[in-house]
């Protein structure tokens, strides 16, 4: 397993102080906008693809992108949707790093949304010099975003496009299936339930009802990534005593408990020779950012593998008001 605390940057430690003392007020007077976007490359292009925006929840489907310069592209989890990512999409851009969002309906089965993502991946391409592309996914995200990587499915990218570079990166994803919906998958239960238990668990979670369980050929079944997925970093979060909410006191309301360790480990996802599993102490929220917490956690980790570039050192105090701006 592969441990962050053990790679964490200089600049890293000087952060989180500066956050600290960023954390006391919110008074903060600058314009990040220019700022934000200053070090993107000159887009050359303008394109529309079907589930593909701009991170936000206008619409803002037209895309600027320049065509020599990789492309992030995040896929948001349940409940959830493209603007909660608009923040991490301004942290990439802070960076010089274009990235946009793919939209699906988080109630629809995951089958058929990674197969959206895979036809978005395709048509993208298309006008791309570079054809390098960094997919993250969160949570539901990233069962949607590895599965539209697999070899074993009709669609799959396999000979649709030419020089395709991926890398995926998944955050807290219940790769071995979620625990409180298992019962979706129980046979017994659909005799005890005299066949209710199909339109229940439908109701409760939408056509993905019998993708998300333990029992499901989706968690099952991974399948093998495809020849064009470099590296696959599987960021498991270990979400025990964390916490979304607080009270004036300080006290927590909410808890930020989501998925276990047991839900994120899969002994057929760790099998692969292209993962690398690292493990964050960190809220299922925390981790990507919330009204508490900046994700300094998960930039770290973004840079320390390379795939946020480097904040440079003098733009450390910066980028520190600029998150506290963000979030």
Same mark, same amino acid.
């Given at each position: 397993?592969?441990?962050?605390?053990?790679?964490?940057?200089?600049?890293?430690?000087?952060?989180?102080?500066?956050?600290?003392?960023?954390?006391?007020?919110?008074?903060?007077?600058?314009?990040?906008?220019?700022?934000?976007?200053?070090?993107?490359?000159?887009?050359?292009?303008?394109?529309?693809?079907?589930?593909?925006?701009?991170?936000?929840?206008?619409?803002?489907?037209?895309?600027?992108?320049?065509?020599?310069?990789?492309?992030?592209?995040?896929? %948001?989890?349940?409940?959830?949707?493209?603007?909660?990512?608009?923040?991490?999409?301004?942290?990439?851009?802070? %960076?010089?790093?274009?990235?946009?969002?793919?939209?699906?309906?988080?109630?629809?089965?995951?089958?058929?949304? /990674?197969?959206?993502?895979? @036809?978005?991946?395709?048509?993208?391409?298309?006008?791309?010099?570079?054809?390098?592309?960094?997919?993250?996914?969160?949570?539901?995200?990233? =069962?949607?975003?590895?599965?539209?990587?697999?070899?074993?499915?009709?669609?799959?990218?396999?000979?649709?496009?030419?020089?395709?570079?991926?890398?995926?990166?998944?955050?807290?994803?219940?790769?071995?299936?979620?625990?409180?919906?298992? %019962?979706?998958? @129980?046979?017994?239960?659909?005799?005890?339930?005299?066949?209710?238990?199909?339109?229940?668990?439908?109701? =409760? /979670?939408?056509?993905?009802?019998?993708?998300?369980?333990?029992?499901?050929?989706?968690?099952?079944?991974?399948?093998?990534?495809?020849?064009?997925?470099?590296?696959?970093?599987?960021?498991?979060?270990?979400?025990?005593?964390?916490?979304?909410?607080?009270?004036?006191?300080?006290?927590?309301?909410?808890?930020?408990?989501?998925?276990?360790?047991?839900?994120?480990?899969? %002994?057929?996802?760790?099998?692969?020779?292209?993962?690398?599993?690292?493990?964050?102490?960190?809220?299922?929220?925390?981790?990507?950012?919330?009204?508490?917490?900046?994700?300094?956690? =998960?930039?770290?980790?973004?840079?320390?593998?390379?795939?946020? @570039?480097?904040?440079?050192?003098? @733009?450390?105090?910066?980028?520190?008001?600029?998150?506290?701006?963000?979030?």
């Amino acid at each position: 397993m592969y441990s962050v605390r053990k790679h964490t940057q200089i600049w890293s430690s000087l952060l989180i102080g500066i956050l600290c003392l960023a954390c006391s007020t919110k008074q903060v007077v600058m314009d990040f906008e220019p700022i934000i976007h200053e070090n993107l490359p000159v887009p050359n292009l303008e394109i529309t693809i079907p589930g593909m925006s701009n991170c936000t929840n206008v619409n803002d489907n037209m895309l600027k992108l320049n065509t020599i310069e990789p492309v992030v592209i995040i896929v %948001h989890g349940c409940y959830s949707s493209a603007a909660n990512y608009n923040a991490l999409a301004k942290v990439f851009a802070f %960076h010089g790093q274009q990235s946009i969002c793919f939209n699906y309906n988080y109630r629809d089965s995951m089958m058929k949304s /990674s197969s959206l993502l895979i @036809k978005a991946i395709a048509q993208l391409s298309e006008p791309m010099e570079n054809r390098k592309f960094i997919i993250i996914g969160h949570s539901q995200g990233g =069962l949607v975003a590895r599965k539209a990587l697999i070899k074993e499915r009709e669609d799959s990218l396999i000979g649709q496009v030419q020089d395709l570079d991926l890398e995926l990166i998944t955050i807290s994803s219940p790769f071995a299936g979620i625990r409180s919906a298992d %019962h979706c998958g @129980k046979r017994i239960y659909l005799f005890l339930t005299l066949g209710l238990q199909i339109p229940i668990c439908k109701m =409760l /979670s939408g056509d993905k009802w019998d993708e998300i369980t333990s029992y499901s050929d989706y968690i099952r079944e991974p399948g093998h990534l495809i020849p064009e997925v470099q590296n696959f970093f599987q960021m498991i979060t270990n979400e025990k005593d964390s916490c979304r909410q607080v009270d004036g006191n300080g006290q927590c309301l909410e808890d930020d408990y989501v998925f276990s360790l047991e839900e994120q480990y899969y %002994h057929k996802i760790a099998s692969s020779p292209k993962v690398t599993q690292i493990e964050i102490k960190a809220g299922h929220t925390e981790i990507i950012g919330n009204q508490i917490y900046s994700p300094v956690k =998960l930039i770290q980790s973004l840079q320390t593998i390379g795939i946020l @570039k480097p904040t440079p050192e003098e @733009k450390i105090v910066l980028f520190s008001k600029m998150l506290n701006y963000l979030y």
